[in-house]
């Protein structure tokens, strides 16, 4: 079968910084936890008017609805903030010293992506969700599994503009 698409590239920190820069706060799992965090301040907002209106009020009324809605306002959002960056952390980590060059090719009817370490993905077509375009990465997004990343500098048949257009005449979503 012929390769249409051939990449290889060694990845650096900084292919990782931008990968994390991106994806960081666009999962479905961080913008479901957001949700939840704003609709306990909403919770937090109306217990305090509650505590006000029945007169528990006073000093103490505005120091427990200051306590509840920092909580929710400060304490939650940066606690997910320093979860998303240690998980960027131990991708790093688990990327540092690797021996392996990413390599990848893509055919008429699948997409061959091999991490030098690890599991090799063969993902067809009809599976990828999304292209996006970066300054330095082109992402493919995919239904079942992680995005795979590859810098643009790293293509040995063909380029990142000729990928886009391929992909996109495959009917997938091109952005960037």
């Given at each position: 079968m012929e390769h249409r698409f051939e990449y290889r590239h060694l990845t650096t920190e900084r292919d990782l910084d931008d990968y994390l820069n991106y994806t960081r706060f666009k999962s479905p799992a961080a913008i479901g936890i957001m949700a939840v965090i704003a609709l306990f301040a909403l919770a937090s907002a109306a217990l305090l008017?509650?505590?006000?209106?029945?007169g528990w009020g006073g000093a103490r009324g505005v120091a427990a609805g200051v306590v509840l809605v920092a909580v929710f306002l400060i304490v939650l959002p940066a606690s997910f903030f320093?979860?998303?960056?240690?998980?960027?952390?131990?991708?790093?980590?688990?990327?540092?010293?690797?021996?392996?060059?990413?390599?990848?090719?893509?055919?008429?009817s699948v997409m061959?992506?091999?991490?030098?370490?690890?599991?090799?993905?063969?993902?067809?077509?009809?599976?990828?969700?999304?292209?996006?375009?970066t300054e330095r990465l082109i992402l493919v997004k995919t239904w079942m599994r992680s995005t795979c990343f590859f810098a643009k500098e790293g293509f040995t048949v063909g380029t990142p503009e000729e990928l886009k257009a391929f992909l996109a005449s495959k009917g997938i979503r091109v952005s960037g």
């Open positions: 008017a509650a505590i006000l209106i029945t320093f979860s998303g960056a240690s998980a960027g952390k131990r991708l790093k980590e688990a990327f540092r010293g690797r021996s392996g060059e990413t390599t990848a090719y893509f055919t008429d061959h992506f091999d991490p030098g370490e690890g599991d090799p993905i063969d993902e067809e077509f009809s599976h990828v969700k999304e292209v996006i375009e």
